[in-house]
């Protein structure tokens, strides 16, 4: 089966500028996440979609970042504008829902290395 | 809300010494994961733990959930260059398909 993909691998923007992120999840996976790693720290969360509703988006920094999963299949995540703390690799995973008391595996795409300049 | 801590960020082994990495999380979980990623790679799933006090092998690698549900190891015996990369744990404190909290993980550099 394909993994989960994610595009673009690098972007180099300005401060200010708009990027947007696309994820396209292992088919049949209802659940769908988005996690920033900005270097040296930890996998931060930023929000969970279950088909196209969004479940948990507490984890988003603020509002100039929009995800969206229109038809419960891919999803985008859009920054604007971008601001210089935003850099950091952009990870997005998707799961099978779980067996009840279990936490399901998450299957990561290889992720969205992004620089604002 | 949830934290979980990991320890130590670095660590230099010799290739055929043992690793250990330690995960502990502010509340009591209800499972844990633990993630490896490979330089320039990204997180792949290792295993799950559940039950308290639960010990699960792969090969080399030997995980542990401790009997509060609030701490996990992993320790790698004889590590090897293939063990390169960061190990992350991540735990939640409900069952379900929620994000998980991720810890900071911690970096695996190998000297032959």
């Known amino acids: 089966e394909a993994g989960v993909t994610q595009f673009p691998s690098h972007s180099v923007i300005e401060k200010g500028q708009t990027v947007t992120l696309r994820c396209d999840p292992i088919?049949?996976?209802?659940?769908l996440y988005w996690y920033r790693r900005v270097m040296g720290k930890e996998i931060k969360f930023l929000l969970h979609?279950?088909?196209?509703?969004?479940?948990?988006e507490s984890g988003m920094p603020n509002n100039r970042f929009l995800a969206e999963r229109t038809g419960g299949t891919y999803s985008t995540l859009k920054v604007q504008p971008a601001e210089l703390e935003d850099s950091g690799v952009y990870f997005c995973?998707?799961?099978?829902?779980?067996?009840?008391?279990?936490?399901?595996?998450?299957?990561f795409g290889n992720g969205t290395r992004l620089t604002v300049t | 809300g949830q934290q979980v801590m990991q320890i130590p960020q670095y660590q230099h082994v010799q290739e055929g010494e043992d690793f250990t990495t330690y995960c502990n999380s502010s509340?009591?979980?209800?499972?844990i994961q633990w993630y490896k990623q490979r330089p320039g790679g990204h997180p792949v799933f290792l295993i799950q733990?559940?039950?308290?006090?639960e010990v699960k092998k792969q090969k080399r690698l030997t995980f542990q959930f401790g009997e509060a549900k609030k701490n996990s190891s992993l320790h790698i015996t004889a590590t090897q260059t293939t063990d390169v990369g960061t190990y992350f744990c991540?735990?939640?404190?409900?069952?379900?398909?929620?994000?998980?909290?991720f810890g900071k993980g911690t970096h695996l550099i190998i000297q032959p």
């Open positions: 509340t009591t979980l209800s499972n």
């Open positions: 979609f279950v088909k196209e509703s969004k479940q948990d």
């Open positions: 733990l559940v039950k308290s006090g």
């Open positions: 995973a998707s799961s099978q829902d779980p067996p009840p008391g279990y936490n399901s595996p998450l299957h």
């Open positions: 088919s049949g996976h209802d659940n």
């Open positions: 991540a735990g939640r404190s409900g069952g379900g398909a929620d994000g998980l909290t």
